[in-house]
């Protein structure tokens, strides 16, 4: 198993941060966050509620994914998890979002994602983990851009 896990600090309550993830509800949206996301679109419920379903499409390292992710558990202004539906889950059984209270009108925002690798993996697929770790760091600072500049 591979864990990959970016963090930054964001100069924000928690509650502005979760609010700002969970108003994800149209490709404008998703695409403010990072200039690699093409589309989002909720599928089934409401924005990141248990249960919901969510497609999106994004590229990394240079080849468009398309996938559907199921929303599995959400703790308000904490937590997000998730879990990619088939032919993804096979790779990826699951992924996260935590916001974590830092100081007064602070909060950590982390990112983790999973996946079924094993040596071999990491040897052959070096590139793809590396540009996904980066995206994950852009995302990261992005974030951080949009809500201290609200």
């Known amino acids: 198993m591979i864990t990959i896990k970016e963090s930054i600090e964001i100069k924000v309550t928690p ?20 200039p690699d996301h093409v589309a989002f679109t909720w599928v089934k419920g409401e924005s990141f509620q248990e249960g919901s379903i969510v497609y999106f499409e994004e590229y990394l390292h240079g080849k468009l994914h398309k996938a559907k992710f199921l929303c599995t558990k959400r703790v308000q202004n904490r937590l997000i998890e998730y879990r990619p539906l088939f032919p993804w889950s096979f790779f990826m059984p699951k992924g996260n979002f935590l916001v974590e209270p830092q100081r007064e009108d602070s909060c950590i925002f982390t990112a983790i994602i999973n996946l079924r690798a094993g040596p071999l993996f990491k040897k052959l697929g070096r590139k793809q983990l590396d540009a996904t770790k980066q995206h994950m760091k852009e995302e990261g600072a992005n974030l951080k851009r949009i809500l201290e500049e609200e």
């Open 15 to 34: 509650e502005k941060c979760f609010a700002w993830l969970t108003n994800i509800r149209s490709k404008e949206n998703y695409q403010a966050w990072h």
